[in-house]
């Protein structure tokens, strides 16, 4: 059985820093892609950052870019979302998912396994 699990989440004043994570079990993660998609109150869910497989490829939706970076560690089965620079208008509930394939992905569709979400609140 495929869980993943994220953790890290909290409440952060404008302008500072906080990072996610996502531990997974039940398959071999390393050869896949790994995302982070958002949702805030009341919108649809977004992406928000994925990797590739070897870590080689990245890429980021327009609102986050420069600001937060997505990493994994294939050792630990783990993908990290380091934001920085946060706005009130990042908070949100932040899922990791995890790609069918071993490219990144910012589309659902992809999308084979989601965590349960850990919630990200910035107070301006």
């Given at each position: 059985q495929?869980?993943?699990?994220?953790?890290g989440g909290g409440l952060v004043q404008a302008g500072g820093s906080l990072s996610v994570s996502c531990a997974a079990s039940g398959r071999t993660f390393s050869v896949y892609a790994w995302s982070w998609f958002r949702q805030a109150p009341g919108k649809e869910r977004e992406f928000v950052?994925?990797?590739?497989?070897?870590?080689?490829s990245t890429y980021y939706a327009d609102s986050?870019?420069?600001?937060?970076?997505?990493?994994r560690d294939d050792a630990k089965n783990t993908v990290y979302l380091q934001m920085n620079s946060l706005k009130p208008e990042d908070t949100a509930v932040y899922y990791c998912a995890a790609p069918s394939g071993t490219y990144i992905s910012d589309r659902e569709d992809d999308i084979d396994y989601w965590g349960q979400g850990t919630q990200v609140t910035v107070s301006s």
């Open positions: 495929v869980q993943l699990v994220e953790s950052a994925s990797i590739s497989w070897n870590g080689g986050v870019k420069g600001r937060f970076t997505i990493s």
